[in-house]
């Protein structure tokens, strides 16, 4: 079998490996293979998500809130947003389909309308950062949201 770990450092490119088996019984007795092997793209992961805010943003009812875009490192790494969970005093909070969170894809800009039906109190949203390159590399930060 031949593997390389998940954050290997390999560049794109073929690399052409030559396999030699020998018997268990007769040390003097093997065999050569070659063994092409293409990578496409190297995947670099996500090292992590964070906001400018330290995580928690303030809003007050009927204002508008926008949090800037979610801070990723690297930065290269192309990344999809989704709000995960929300929770408010402890309990799971069903986002209301209108005037409700709502996050940019993209940036992972954290949003709300101007009219929103959010009522006063402190709010925690579970964002999923996914890796477009490799949907198996996944980071869920929280953000509180206080809303006065």
Sequence with gaps: M????????????TYVLTITATTKK???TSKNTTLTI???ETVTPI??????????LEGKQKVALNSKNAIIEP??????????????????FENPKSG??????KGGKISLPKNHVLKAGTYVL???????????DKRKIQVTVVIK
Excluded: Q, W
């Excluded at 031949?2 to 490119?13: E, I, N, Q």
């Excluded at 409700?100 to 894809?105: D, L, S």
């Design 47 to 56: 090292a992590s998500i964070k906001y400018e805010s330290g995580n928690k």
């Design 100 to 105: 409700g969170f709502k996050i940019n894809g």
């Design 26 to 28: 007769d040390k003097g």
């Design 2 to 13: 031949v593997s390389a770990s998940r954050d290997h450092k390999l560049v794109a490119g």
């Design 75 to 92: 930065k290269n790494v192309p990344i999809s947003f989704t709000i995960a969970k929300i929770s408010k005093d402890k309990k799971d």
């Design 126 to 136: 579970e964002v999923l950062g996914i890796n477009k390159k490799d949907k198996k």
């Design 38 to 40: 293409v990578i496409s």
